[in-house]
C-alpha cells in the first residue's frame, strides 16, 4: 500500500470538500471521522456506510479494543486505491487527534481555516439545522445565527490552542507535514501540492471551481450583525468580514 495519512482539523473547516476532492483522483480514497464517539463515518464509492449496523458495531468494538487493527480495518478499505486516509478532530477519542499526531507512519495534513468568524457562523448554523454537509445544507434553510462575544472568545481561543498543541506534538517529534487552508481545497495548486505530499498521481485533478453555497459576506449570517462588527473592529480583525469562496 502507499501512503496512509490522516487529516488533522477543527469542525467547519473545509475538511468534507478536502476528503471529496481526494477521493476524485484515481490513487486516492479518503474517510470521514471513523473516530467520531456515534459512528465510524467510513466512505465507499456509493455512500457512507452499506455494510449495515453489524459492521459498525465490529468496527466500534475493534476500535475501543484495538486501534491498530482498527487503523488496519480503515486503511485496507481503500477500493483498489494505492492511498488511504481518514480526518478527525479534537474530541474525538481519548485525545485521539494528539495520538494520531505521534504516530510516525502516517502522513499529517492539518487543515485550516483563516477566516474564523466564518467557522464560528457555520458551527452555528449547523447546531440551529443539523446539516453539517454542504449538500445537506442545499436542502435546509439558514436562519441568521446569533453572534456572541464571550462565546466567539472562548471558541476562538479554543481553536487556536487545538492547532498549537498539535503542531507542538509534531515539533517536539520532529515530523514534517502538509498544511493547506480552505482556501487553498478549490485550487488545482493546493490540491496538487498535497498530491505530491502524499506520493500521488498529480496527472488527473478535478475540477477546481468550488460549489459556492453560502454567501461571502459573514456578516450577513449574523441576527446581530452591529454586534459582530463591532467585535471585529475591536479587534482589528475587519478582514474577516467577507470571505472568499464559501462552501460551507
Known amino acids: 500500500m502507499?501512503?496512509?495519512?490522516?487529516?488533522?482539523?477543527?469542525?467547519?473547516?473545509?475538511?468534507?470538500?478536502?476528503?471529496?476532492?481526494?477521493?476524485?483522483?484515481?490513487?486516492?480514497?479518503?474517510?470521514?471521522?471513523?473516530?467520531?464517539?456515534?459512528?465510524?463515518?467510513?466512505?465507499?464509492?456509493?455512500?457512507?456506510?452499506?455494510?449495515?449496523?453489524?459492521?459498525?458495531?465490529?468496527?466500534?468494538?475493534?476500535r475501543d479494543i484495538d486501534r491498530v487493527e482498527f487503523l488496519n480495518r480503515i486503511f485496507g478499505l481503500s477500493f483498489g486505491r494505492s492511498h488511504a486516509g481518514f480526518k478527525i478532530f479534537e474530541g474525538h477519542g481519548d485525545r485521539e487527534a494528539f495520538k494520531l499526531a505521534k504516530d510516525q507512519s502516517l502522513a499529517k495534513v492539518i487543515l485550516s481555516r483563516n477566516n474564523f468568524l466564518?467557522?464560528?457562523?457555520?458551527?452555528?448554523?449547523?447546531?440551529?439545522?443539523?446539516?453539517?454537509?454542504?449538500?445537506?445544507?442545499?436542502r435546509v434553510e439558514r436562519p441568521p445565527?446569533?453572534?456572541?462575544k464571550e462565546e466567539f472568545s472562548k471558541y476562538r481561543s479554543a481553536n487556536a490552542g487545538f492547532y498549537s498543541r498539535i503542531l507542538s506534538r509534531l515539533d517536539q517529534t520532529e515530523q514534517p507535514y502538509f498544511g493547506i487552508r480552505y482556501d487553498q481545497v478549490g485550487t488545482v495548486q493546493g490540491i496538487a501540492a498535497l498530491l505530491k505530499y502524499l506520493g500521488a498521481r498529480t496527472d488527473v485533478m478535478p475540477d477546481s471551481t468550488p460549489d459556492v453555497r453560502g454567501s461571502s459576506d459573514i456578516l450577513s449570517r449574523f441576527s446581530n450583525p452591529e454586534v459582530a462588527e463591532a467585535y471585529l473592529r475591536e479587534h482589528g480583525l475587519m478582514h474577516w468580514a467577507y470571505e472568499g469562496d464559501v462552501s460551507l
Open 2 to 62: 502507499g501512503t496512509r495519512f490522516v487529516i488533522i482539523a477543527a469542525p467547519r473547516t473545509g475538511s468534507n470538500w478536502l476528503c471529496a476532492r481526494l477521493r476524485a483522483q484515481p490513487d486516492v480514497w479518503c474517510h470521514g471521522e471513523v473516530f467520531h464517539p456515534g459512528k465510524v463515518w467510513i466512505r465507499t464509492p456509493s455512500e457512507y456506510d452499506p455494510f449495515g449496523d453489524a459492521y459498525q458495531a465490529e468496527l466500534r468494538a475493534i
Open 118 to 138: 466564518a467557522v464560528y457562523a457555520s458551527r452555528l448554523v449547523a447546531l440551529q439545522t443539523r446539516a453539517y454537509s454542504a449538500e445537506q445544507m442545499l
Open 145 to 148: 445565527v446569533f453572534f456572541s
